[in-house]
């Protein structure tokens, strides 16, 4: 028998409770019947090619990823430039020994509060409004990176190093985040790729740069002061531009009519499917939300698929050049023969999350990666051949680095509402980053010219990689079947069942 008593819904609608067999157990609720109907009737009307959907598309890729691309960019070079600087004799000017692991120091102690500082960063990105905490973080770090140019001991090189990892910390996380408030889930990759595939690009355009500064003597700063005082300025000016076009959420978007910034908020609700009922505006951070993120297996499997992902990608950006070194070339000619393999990984990026939001799939892609990489890692492995080897490197650069910003988007996509998804980013992002601490450290010098010990343990990484994605793949493709079948229904009979976030019946994750 069904109970006769009604209970009311969040929405103030009633539904029927759950009602039992013979046996008295109970049957799955039938959804479409209950306090979510109006939500099913208003995204069966929502046309995915509307041309307001497509409008406000094309004015968010205009006035939003141009800067990502641009933070990003200046993120990973003002990061990196160090390198440049050793080159240009910062080391001899602050009395590092060449022998000694004192400049490893400097470039180790970056990462403690870049890892620490992550969540804590994504849940102020709102409270503090993103269209203003985002610049004020890239303005702070380029001013940190202008003041390098100063520094005449190594204590004040670690300082501005701790100082720099201190506010870039935020930024991978904040820049996930912020996408996830103007793009529907299915749309996000494709934008996450753009932004991400600044990271190669760092690599030459500061490369370039930097080999100019380096040679300026003027002011009696000789060379490597340079790098760090022209490099930081731009970022500090690009940092203060930011201020003043990019917007906190699509509500106060100025590029935006009325009409498409509520379109722009309604098919945010839409996508949603259910996990939140309110607009990004009007949610205020509750800790059930942190603790929802934490209890959530797909943000641990995302965290674990990331780390492991991260070992070879880390090193094989770092040594690269000593790989192809390795193979007998000059130091020269394996700079310029970087070149290709970056450019190959900036190019499957690129392609591969355009496709990736167009099939509306994650793991597979993450999949084809590992296996791509997996196999470069072999040929590197087993033959004496150089044209194999450095083939080798070009699956090794298609694989690994489109798999990066794939799981940007896997853990974004499968978290809601923004709270939950703020922590989940954060904390998935500050555990995948520690495996730095495995990636800088397995290409040792003494095991050249092979590597075998660093090929190894990337190829063994990216084999966790490969298994811990299946097992992803496998739990949410269960997890989706159950609440179609409407073996999550009996949620909706909870008190607190608009505060179910990606818990709810209606909400399905992305593979």
Request: proline share 5%; charged share 15%.
């Amino acid at each position: 028998m069904t109970d006769p008593e009604e209970k009311k819904t969040h929405q103030g609608h009633t539904a029927p409770d759950t009602a039992r067999d013979q046996a008295g157990v109970p049957k799955p609720i039938q959804l479409e019947n209950i306090v979510y109907k109006e939500t099913i009737l208003d995204s069966e009307q929502y046309d995915e090619h509307s041309e307001i959907d497509r409008r406000l598309n094309r004015k968010f890729d205009l006035h939003i990823l141009p800067w990502l691309f641009g933070i990003w960019l200046f993120s990973f070079i003002d990061r990196s430039n160090i390198g440049n600087a050793k080159i240009a004799g910062l080391p001899e000017a602050l009395s590092i020994p060449p022998q000694s692991t004192q400049f490893n120091l400097a470039l180790l102690v970056f990462y403690i509060p870049y890892i620490l500082v992550d969540v804590p960063s994504n849940l102020l990105l709102k409270r503090l409004r993103a269209g203003v905490f985002l610049p004020s973080l890239i303005t702070c770090w380029g001013l940190v990176c202008t003041f390098m140019g100063f520094i005449k001991s190594l204590g004040g090189l670690i300082v501005c190093r701790l100082l720099l990892g201190l506010f870039e910390g935020g930024i991978l996380g904040g820049v996930i985040i912020y996408l996830a408030m103007f793009y529907r889930r299915h749309q996000m990759l494709k934008r996450s790729g753009l932004f991400y595939c600044a990271a190669p690009l760092s690599g030459a355009f500061g490369g370039l740069l930097a080999g100019a500064l380096g040679e300026v003597r003027v002011g009696g700063y000789e060379r490597w002061p340079w790098i760090f005082f022209i490099e930081g300025a731009i970022t500090v000016i690009f940092g203060i531009t930011c201020f003043f076009f990019m917007p906190d959420t699509p509500a106060m978007a100025k590029f935006l009519t009325d009409e498409e910034k509520t379109w722009a908020l309604r098919r945010m609700r839409l996508d949603a499917s259910g996990s939140t009922s309110m607009d990004v505006d009007e949610e205020k951070f509750d800790w059930r939300w942190a603790r929802m993120a934490l209890q959530a297996p797909q943000m641990w499997f995302c965290a674990a698929i990331w780390f492991f992902l991260l070992v070879p990608l880390y090193s094989f950006s770092l040594f690269l050049p000593s790989i192809i070194s390795g193979m007998g070339y000059t130091s020269t000619t394996a700079q310029l023969f970087t070149v290709a393999p970056n450019m190959t990984g900036f190019l499957v990026v690129i392609a591969t999350a355009h496709f990736s939001d167009k099939v509306k799939n994650r793991g597979f892609f993450i999949v084809g990666g590992t296996i791509l990489g997996i196999c470069g890692y072999i040929m590197l492995l087993v033959s004496d051949a150089n044209p194999v080897k450095y083939a080798g490197t070009f699956f090794i650069a298609a694989g690994v680095f489109q798999a990066s910003p794939m799981l940007m988007g896997w853990v974004a996509n499968n978290l809601s509402p923004h709270y939950v998804r703020a922590v989940g980013v954060g904390v998935v992002i500050s555990l995948a980053n520690c495996s730095a601490f495995i990636g800088t450290f397995i290409y040792i010098q003494r095991d050249a010219p092979k590597y075998t010990l660093g090929h190894s343990i990337s190829l063994g990484a990216l084999v966790l990689t490969l298994l811990l994605t299946l097992c992803q793949i496998i739990y949410l493709k269960r997890e989706n079947t159950k609440r179609a079948r409407g073996e999550r229904d009996h949620r909706l009979l909870q008190d607190d069942a608009h505060l179910l976030g990606h818990r709810h019946p209606l909400f399905r994750y992305t593979l």
